[in-house]
């Protein structure tokens, strides 16, 4: 027998019974669709009536979902089945059963409980988190006990591509962001005629705050995510546990030279993108008030005193240890999923810019009296 039949019938007792046979299958279906879907709803508003799918030759998802729906997302009181269609409909039962135990409303003190999950995730980061610095401490001593051992090519390779790659997006950020700074406070500044305070406010703001921290930014986004996503591809296919089955450190070999390129590389990137965005300044200094380069060379290091440079350098390789660090950590929480791959790699570029500005802010603290122009 081909296709569905639908054949409503009276036994000898005076029930009446819905009898199914044929193919129930969606290419079977196709084109009696909607015509057999009414006819089976309409039916079933009867509860006393019963349903006997023993003729049903063959049966998939579709034809299953539809008696399914007729039903009401449940087993009719009267239904005469054979083993071999159990199966399907198991699953449909499976999945309404998951839907009838959703949680109900929440309870007066349910954000207790929500409170303590957070705190024991924030915890758990934190325990991983503080055992992979320790390791990268470790992994140190290592090296300068034994310079021989130490990752040099995969620093080397780290190093060129976080930060000689880096360079031509952080110089033009840089470079723009130079000239809006310029141009917003020379509008302010015209209004009081104090043009030449112009200097003041680009070195001192570029070199100190802005030049570290958007560098910072910039590689978070950049070489963060990237890091976090190798490490996760590399968790996925299982190339880290063929690396612990052979006997070689992750951290020594995958951590320590992405943290060892960002210590470098950061700081060079502070200073090459300051001194573009100071160019970038100059310029529409130059343009808006009409200072000369000459002056604003001249007066930069006289304004900008050169512990600021310092604490420049200080914040750019403190940042690149922790984005570094906060990149690996979640690549290599990954789990082997597609799905936990993208939501480590954005928690990472989260995690990396709100730990810099964290991490800059006790910066301006512990610095408030140092580099300040007398």
Request: aromatic share 8%.
């Amino acid at each position: 027998m081909s296709g569905a039949s639908i054949v409503l019938e009276t036994d000898a007792e005076g029930r009446r019974w819905m009898r199914l046979a044929g193919e129930w299958r969606l290419m079977a279906l196709a084109t009696r669709y909607a015509t057999l879907n009414a006819e089976l709803t309409t039916q079933a508003a009867d509860s006393s009536l019963g349903w006997d799918i023993r003729g049903i030759q063959s049966l998939d998802s579709v034809g299953a979902m539809m008696l399914w729906r007729a039903w009401g997302h449940r087993f009719p009181d009267n239904l005469e089945t054979r083993d071999e269609l159990e199966p399907v409909f198991a699953r449909l039962y499976a999945s309404s059963k998951l839907k009838e135990a959703a949680p109900g409303p929440a309870l007066p003190l349910e954000w207790v409980a929500t409170l303590g999950r957070l705190t024991l995730h924030l915890w758990r980061h934190l325990v991983d988190f503080t055992g992979l610095v320790g390791q990268v401490v470790l992994d140190l001593g290592q090296v300068i006990r034994t310079p021989r051992e130490a990752p040099w090519r995969e620093s080397s390779a780290n190093l060129y591509k976080s930060g000689v790659r880096a360079m031509p997006v952080t110089a033009l950020v840089g470079f723009l962001i130079g000239i809006v700074l310029s141009y917003l406070s020379a509008l302010q500044l015209k209004n009081f005629g104090a043009d030449i305070f112009i200097v003041n406010i680009l070195g001192m703001g570029i070199i100190r705050e802005l030049g570290p921290v958007l560098v910072a930014v910039l590689v978070a986004g950049r070489s963060g995510s990237a890091m976090t996503a190798q490490l996760g591809v590399m968790r996925v296919t299982e190339e880290i546990d063929a690396l612990a089955t052979m006997g070689v450190s992750r951290s020594m070999r995958l951590v320590f030279p992405k943290v060892a390129a960002l210590a470098i590389a950061m700081p060079l990137l502070v200073l090459w993108t300051s001194a573009i965005a100071l160019m970038g300044g100059m310029a529409s200094a130059q343009v808006q008030l009409d200072i000369s380069y000459g002056f604003f060379i001249e007066t930069l290091p006289k304004v900008v005193p050169v512990a600021n440079l310092y604490i420049a350098l200080a914040k750019g390789v403190t940042f690149g240890i922790m984005v570094a660090l906060v990149a690996c950590h979640f690549g290599l929480r990954v789990r082997p999923n597609t799905e936990s791959l993208s939501s480590n790699t954005t928690a990472s570029v989260v995690s990396s810019i709100t730990v810099v500005i964290l991490v800059d802010a006790v910066f301006a603290i512990a610095t408030r009296s140092i580099g300040l122009p007398t």
